[in-house]
């Protein structure tokens, strides 16, 4: 590939890659057409996305993104899918500007929906791991690899949308989404499943014990907070006293101990 790192500094070089991608898209080529989808919505350099207007149109792009993701399971299609949803065209950070517009992305094509974005950062990671060989994703060089730790990591927070949020710490900028504290588990459940250890962690770690008897192997969740585990409704109800006062806020902490660093970008003002 001899794509690493011509795109900003090299401008002799664009117009005839983005000539070469635009007519292997046309003539069907995954690739091309997932990379130029991929340059029109993730591009934030001016000049790229000058010339890039001429090659590829915003109506074709969405199409190209579609394509990669509905016909060819593409992961960085649904990595790229989820960030779209979540940051909506509709989603505004109070007065300012839409949060892609702001950064010189080109807008996102979709309303705001925390399941959508949260389905397709779960495709992204399903379709990675059932790749052959993982790290031959070609598009790296010119928008970076991807990433199976970041998108569990945003697949994960996102579901933390669905969480009751006393603390007002996680995504104060985000439209209200109603409370599924299940749909929440589920998805920590699933990334558990997939072996990635902060939400084995958040669940409980991977020997949790039942916080009244300290017996091994507990069964149950609370069902308020998700984290702190039980081996059976007797040892939960006996618990309660002790847990109510923090069942509101474990949850938060505990993924604020495990992702904290992942909300740092999201909270820019
Ligand atoms: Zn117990
Ligand atoms: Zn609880």
């Known amino acids: 590939m001899v794509f690493a790192g011509l795109l900003p500094c090299c401008p002799d070089a664009l117009l005839p890659l983005l000539e070469l991608l635009s007519k292997c898209a046309e003539l069907g080529v995954v690739f091309a057409k997932l ?17 890039l207007a001429t090659y590829v149109s915003p109506a074709a792009a969405l199409e190209y993104l579609l394509e ?18 979540f940051q909506g065209s509709d989603c505004n950070r109070g007065a300012a500007a839409p949060v892609r517009a702001a950064e010189g992305r080109a807008e996102s094509p979709f309303p705001y929906s925390v399941d ?21 994703l070609v598009t790296r060089h010119i928008l970076g690899a ?6 569990m ?21 985000r439209p209200f989404v109603s409370q599924d504290p299940k749909r929440s588990r589920a998805v920590f459940k699933w990334a558990a499943s997939k072996g990635f250890s902060p939400a084995v962690a958040i669940l409980g770690g991977a020997n949790p014990k039942c916080a009244h008897c300290g017996g091994n192997n507990p069964s149950n969740h609370c069902p308020g907070c998700m984290c702190t585990r039980y081996c059976s409704k007797e040892c939960q109800r006996k618990h ?15 993924v604020l101990a495990n992702f904290g660093e992942c909300f740092v970008p999201s909270r820019r003002s």
Not at 118 to 136: R, T
Not at 146 to 151: A, G, I, L, P, T
């Open 240 to 254: 309660w006293g002790n847990h109510k006062g923090e069942c509101l806020t474990i949850f938060h902490d505990e």
């Open 68 to 85: 990669a993701a509905d016909v060819h399971n593409a992961c960085e299609a649904h990595a790229l899918l989820g960030t779209l949803h």
């Open 153 to 173: 990591i945003r697949v994960c927070v996102t579901a933390t949308m669905y969480m009751n949020n006393p603390t007002g710490l996680l995504f104060d900028d």
């Open 116 to 136: 959508k974005s949260i389905d397709h950062f779960k495709k992204a990671v399903e379709s990675y791991d059932a790749l052959a060989e993982p790290k031959q």
């Open 146 to 151: 991807f990433s199976r730790e970041k998108v």
């Open 35 to 51: 990379t130029l989808a991929r340059m029109h919505f993730e591009c934030t350099h001016d000049a790229v996305r000058q010339s």
